[in-house]
């Protein structure tokens, strides 16, 4: 009886073994066969691709450049140039809620793509989201310090929300930073921001000098030749307010409208 019982459990034991030996000669087979079936990843687009597709961005051609960047992006999702010049067509059209999924999908993929960050931020800033873009702007700050269009954003967000004395020193701050880099368009910009705070704070003739000094530096800059001819009619000055109107007429019609609330 006992002979009998041992033998059935060493053919039991060697049963079993020969199951567990044949399940392990499979799993190599299993793995060959998925990776016989894994997916091949999707081919690169040719060379100089995401170049053309920005050229076709620059000249205004959104619809053109989303045909060829979407298929892209499907198919490279983790890529995050791709997505992020997708992002740009529909910044440029003002059409700010695809731009701004499709920018935090681009950071996503790559959190260190510092030339998405900014745009990331006006466009926040253009759904009026202005903590999440002051976030925003404050993190590239930290790496980038000097960045007078990060400091220039942080201004607006201060001016917009009627923290006048942090928007001023924003703007001073941008004044020398602008100077320091020979940036003349950037430092005409936050001298015509400063003149816009003063008009708020009905301090005209500091108003009329930052104004001044903003056309001095950027000719083009139609906005501020606007406030200048409203600041000089109400200081009485008609002639120079006809003046300042006749070249805002000018410079609205050498210059395309500015998109996403930004510094062009």
């Known amino acids: 009886m006992t002979i009998r019982y041992l033998l059935s459990c060493l053919i039991l034991a060697m049963s079993a073994g020969s199951i567990g030996d044949q399940a392990l000669a499979q799993e190599p087979l299993a793995e060959s066969v998925s990776a016989a079936e894994a997916p091949v990843p999707a081919p690169l687009p040719p060379p100089g691709e995401m170049a053309r597709c920005k050229q076709l961005i620059d000249s205004g051609l959104y619809i053109a450049a989303r045909a060829r960047l979407e298929p892209i992006v499907e198919q490279h999702p ?77 201004g607006m967000i201060h001016l917009d929300s009627d923290e006048i004395v942090a928007a001023r020193q924003l703007f001073e701050t941008i004044v020398t930073l602008a100077s320091e880099q020979e940036d003349a368009a950037m430092e005409g910009r936050a001298h015509g921001r400063l003149g816009e705070l003063y008009v708020r704070v009905d301090d005209l003739p500091s108003a009329k000098r930052e104004l001044e000094l903003a056309i001095v530096l950027f000719p083009d800059d139609h906005e501020a030749l606007f406030r200048l001819s409203r600041v000089l009619q109400r200081l009485g000055d008609d002639e120079g307010a006809e003046v300042a109107r006749n070249k805002y007429r000018e410079a609205k019609e050498r210059n395309q409208p500015v998109v996403g609330r930004r510094p062009g």
């Open 78 to 154: 983790g890529w995050a140039r791709a997505t992020s010049l997708l992002a740009l067509t529909y910044y440029r059209e003002n059409r700010f809620e695809p731009a701004k999924v499709l920018f935090a999908k681009a950071l996503e993929a790559d959190p260190d793509e510092i030339a998405v960050r900014p745009l990331y931020g006006w466009t926040l800033y253009s759904l009026g989201e202005l903590d999440e873009a002051r976030a925003t702007f404050e993190e590239l700050l930290e790496s980038k310090p000097d960045y007078t269009a990060a400091h220039y954003a942080l």
